[in-house]
């Protein structure tokens, strides 16, 4: 049976880039990988076609060859042939082991301790970590806005070795037991065990002579002081995002960033919802009956004045309109509800309850509406039960 061309088998045209090729194959490979394709017979044969064509097209010279004489380049009709310096006739177990240590990386490397191959030079400079700060205001803070001034615990780049880690500025060496790669091999039968260089730990390189300040790490401990600007109508739970402001990077690598976390202290006279506040008043009975005005507090430190109606009964809510807190994006902002409390007296003189005997007595049931409903309901109740 004649073999495909192996750019066919990757999936890409002649003439395509390594990373191109390199692309491909780990695309396809995890595709055809047998232990993904238990229902396919023809899995693992077309997994050995696509790691037989990453192992020609990969190579520079083999591809050379492989562009100008096609699969005659190669005798015995392997990639791996005796005139290719390969195998000497084929794919063995140790071939099949190498290619499904790539995809075993590419597909659990992340969740194995951050990226494989990435752990090793490319990442030598590590990106600091994102710190949290959280940060408790109160509730005219958040109508208003505020700058708040805050110290936050924290790594910033050692200013003896500016960040390198390295005393007078060295730079670090390529570490010699991973060859700067960040981690080492080993072969345990059919699997390639990949672990984080223990000479290292992971960076790829090391430092002969490390910093007698920061002992290395190109960092250390100390407080900043930051200005935080707090727009106005934040609330709990709202987060700010400073770029830059996390933790230094080891060895000259970015910052981490900042987030800081707002927390709305509770109020004494106002509780919000959303961009609305509610207001509770306590009214006395005579005022709540006979209507008149109440002077109410605002957010903003000011006052209004609210007509309370007659006959008013507590819960009964007023609305000031665009009193309440601003909205955190875009325009507008909510307004205030003032919810009345009528309040019952105490502690009568004994005139004071006479007068109020005379009251009662004076008042019929259209006076006390809610009451005289509430009761026929208790005696239609009652009757029933009876029948």
């Known amino acids: 049976m004649a073999k495909r061309d192996y750019y066919e088998v990757l999936g890409v045209k002649k003439g395509a880039t390594p990373e191109e090729i390199k692309k491909a194959y780990r695309t396809k490979a995890k595709e055809l990988h047998p232990d993904r394709n238990g229902d396919n017979p023809n899995a693992e044969s077309m997994f050995k076609e696509a790691n037989e064509a990453h ?3 990969k190579d520079p010279e083999k591809k050379a060859a492989y562009d100008r004489f096609g699969h005659a380049a190669f005798d015995g009709g392997m990639a ?8 000497g006739g084929g794919q063995g177990q140790g071939d099949f082991a190498s290619a499904f240590s790539d995809v075993f990386e590419d597909l659990f490397g992340d969740f194995m301790g951050g990226g494989g191959r990435q752990a090793g030079g490319r990442n030598r400079a590590s990106r600091g970590s994102d710190l ?12 208003s806005g505020l700058q708040k001034s805050i110290s936050v615990p924290t790594s910033v780049a050692c200013d003896n070795c500016s960040g390198t880690g390295s005393e ?6 390529t570490c ?14 059919f699997f390639t065990v990949e672990r984080t260089c223990p000479t290292c730990g992971g960076m790829g390189q090391i430092v002969k002579n490390p910093c007698n300040q920061c002992g290395g790490a190109g960092r250390k401990q100390k407080d900043r002081q930051l200005n935080v600007n707090i727009p106005a109508g934040v609330e709990t739970g709202t987060r700010i995002r400073l770029s830059g402001e996390g933790e230094a990077g080891l060895r000259g690598g970015p910052a981490g960033d900042l987030y800081i976390f707002i927390e709305v202290a509770d109020h004494p006279l106002f509780q919000r919802d959303g961009i609305d506040l509610f207001c509770r008043v306590p009214v006395s009975m005579a005022s709540a009956a006979l209507g008149g005005e109440i002077e109410v507090p605002t957010i903003d430190g000011g006052r209004s004045r609210v007509r309370v109606p007659e006959g008013s009964q507590s819960g009964r809510q007023m609305r000031l309109r665009s009193k309440g807190m601003p909205a955190l994006r875009g325009p507008g902002q909510g307004d205030m509800y003032i919810e009345l409390a009528v309040e019952t007296p105490v502690k009568l003189t004994a005139r004071q309850k006479e007068l109020l005997r005379e009251f009662e007595d004076s008042c019929a049931q259209s006076n006390n509406p809610n009451a005289s409903g509430f ?3 208790v005696k239609s109740f009652w009757d029933g039960m009876k029948g």
Do not use: H, W
């Open 55 to 57: 192992d020609v097209l």
């Open 80 to 87: 791996g042939g005796p005139r290719a310096g390969g195998f």
């Open 132 to 143: 949290r700060y959280n940060l408790r205001i109160n509730l005219e803070d958040a109508y």
């Open 168 to 173: 007078a500025g060295a730079e670090p060496v």
């Open 176 to 189: 010699p037991t991973c060859s700067g790669m960040g981690k080492v091999r080993a072969q345990q039968g």
């Open 375 to 377: 009761f026929d309901k």
